[in-house]
């Protein structure tokens, strides 16, 4: 029976200095030597993992945390956010002074120049601040949006806007989704295509964005580095990104 495996990416499959560990590339390169799907179920969009896919030979992927999803190259599942909410969101950040990141599957644009919250955010993805664009929300459908703010702030959006879900990823910022949108969503409706059964799908992850997926999947697996709440979630927690963690799962799973 055929098998598919999704790696989250960052604290995954990318370890804190965002390089990939050679025994990690090792072990997708054996799973897919013996027919084994490998896919990347990520909240980052597209366009930020193109060159990893590349390295790993994936075609396969969930994006914005299930809101653009992608089999062998096909899409097969698209989410984009209501633009109505979004309207009213972006007013409401733009009292309170939270920034904001637009983004698709091509690019991403911020509504302000420059912003310290945004900076330190995306310098821990590796990435530079986004250039401005105020209006790229009314051009382009968005499958997310990022939002700048600190926790204490959070709640009150979560209360008014009750179309979308919010995912903290960094201590600065928030994923904006479709209310309901996740990880196990987009393998969900990527199974709907495919002739996998649930027990033949695993999932690798570290961060509260990656709960919902390894619920799903017939074998969840927390990295060692992973928050305690998922590896509260998961059917086993292997060792740390940095210490081989997928590789030793891979093994002690069978499946390489």
């Avoid at 027919?35 to 990347?40: E, L, Q, R, V």
């Avoid at 599957?105 to 120049?113: A, D, F, G, I, V």
């Avoid at 799908?201 to 580095?225: K, R």
Wanted: aromatic share 10%; net charge negative.
């Amino acid at each position: 029976m055929t098998k598919i495996v999704f790696f989250d990416i960052d604290g995954t499959l990318l370890n804190r200095e965002k390089q990939l560990p050679a025994r990690t590339k090792e072990a997708v390169k054996l799973l897919q030597n013996k027919g084994i799907y490998t896919a990347i179920a990520t909240g980052r969009a597209p366009f930020m993992f193109g060159d990893l896919r590349k390295e790993l030979n994936i075609q396969s992927f969930i994006s914005f945390n299930g809101q653009y999803v992608v089999f062998e190259d096909e899409v097969v599942y698209l989410n984009p956010l209501h633009i109505d909410p979004l309207r009213k969101l972006v007013v409401q950040a733009k009292e309170k002074q939270h920034p904001l990141v637009f983004m698709n599957e091509l690019t991403m644009k911020s509504n302000h120049p420059e912003h310290a919250y945004i900076e330190t955010s995306f310098r821990s993805l590796n990435f530079p601040h986004p250039e401005p664009q105020p209006d790229f929300y009314e051009q382009n459908e968005l499958y997310q949006t990022l939002l700048f703010c600190s926790e204490e702030d959070e709640m009150e959006y979560r209360e008014q806007f009750p179309e979308f879900t919010f995912i903290r990823w960094h201590p600065y910022s928030l994923d904006i989704l479709p209310i309901g949108g996740s990880k196990a969503v987009g393998i969900k409706k990527m199974l709907e295509r495919l002739p996998f059964k649930l027990e033949d799908v695993y999932a690798f992850g570290d961060g509260l964005n990656d709960i919902e997926m390894l619920q799903a999947a017939g074998t969840g697996v927390a990295m060692g580095n992973a928050h305690p709440l998922v590896k509260e979630q998961a059917n086993m927690v292997t060792a740390d990104v940095a210490d081989d963690g997928i590789f030793l799962a891979l093994e002690k799973l069978g499946l390489i």
